[in-house]
């Protein structure tokens, strides 16, 4: 039985368990490896690279359903496009990746479970 959730990204695939597991799967690799990313370049300063990886990290975050992390990841490329560096960054920048965490439990926790072909 799976966890609920990404309930948009199955009505996208159609209700294919496996695709839905696949592109889960792909999100919390890729997704893993950009926070690692983001951190360094938040401890660095790093604005460019903010920008762009919270601009692709949004997107994998729209297709599966996680609005609030997307929302956070806009709001953050908006600040750093603007050029603010100030303490309102700081603020949607720590919310953000705290979210950014919360959802890679919950696809973490979706793959824990086996799917119908009882693969994990």
């Known amino acids: 039985m799976k966890t609920p959730g990404f309930e948009p990204l199955s009505r996208l695939l159609r209700g294919d368990a496996a695709r839905v597991r696949r592109v889960l799967e792909v999100f919390a690799r890729c997704t893993g490896e950009d926070l690692q990313q983001l951190d360094r370049a938040w ?12 601009h692709k990290m949004k997107s994998g975050c729209l297709q599966i ?12 490329e908006r600040e750093v496009s603007a050029g603010s560096a100030d303490d309102t960054l ?15 439990m919950r696809v973490i ?10 693969e994990a």
Do not use: C, K, N, Q
């Not at 401890?43 to 919270?54: E, H, K, P, Q, V």
């Not at 359903?65 to 953050?76: F, R």
């Open 43 to 54: 401890a660095s300063r790093d604005w460019a690279t903010i920008g762009a990886l919270t």
């Open 65 to 76: 359903g996680e609005t609030s992390a997307a929302e956070g990841l806009a709001s953050i």
């Open 90 to 104: 700081g603020r949607i920048f720590a919310t953000t990746r705290d979210e950014l965490d919360g959802v890679m």
């Open 109 to 118: 926790a979706y793959l824990a479970y086996p799917d119908e072909a009882g």
